[in-house]
Nanobody, 118 residues
Framework: QVQLVESGGGLVQAGGSLELSCAAS????????MGWYRQAPGKQRELVAS???????NYADSVKGRLTISRDNAKNTVYLRINSLKPEDTAVYYC????????????WGQGTQVTVSS
């Protein structure tokens, strides 16, 4: 098992930047699939960025170029930097980890709210 705790959200003006952190309760060096999702009011949760153990990243088309996901295995932490924030980025951002064969186990953090004012 792994517990995930997100932090770094807040209220920012459009055009600003934020860096979200996801601290894991144990070593993440063996967790190959970690990602960030977001859920805006009235919308489904969507994957915005993912990173493998080898550092391969993938981004949703809607955010490509503005988001950077990274991981620091020594600190058991995954980061998400969001640049050029837009009001439509307003959402609760969740950290996710998948473990086990065929990624059978999925873990979520409690989420961190990001609100972007225009």
């Amino acid at each position: 098992q792994v517990q995930l705790v997100e932090s770094g959200g807040g209220l920012v003006q459009a055009g600003g930047s934020l860096e979200l952190s996801c601290a894991a309760s144990r070593s993440i060096s063996s967790i190959n699939a970690m990602g960030w999702y977001r859920q805006a009011p009235g919308k489904q949760r969507e994957l915005v960025a993912s990173i493998t153990g080898g550092g391969i990243t993938n981004y949703a088309d809607s955010v490509k170029g503005r988001l950077t996901i990274s991981r620091d295995n020594a600190k058991n932490t995954v980061y998400l930097r969001i640049n050029s924030l837009k009001p439509e980025d307003t959402a609760v951002y969740y950290c996710n980890a998948k473990t086990g064969a065929l990624y059978a186990n999925t873990y979520w953090g409690q989420g961190t709210q990001v609100t972007v004012s225009s």
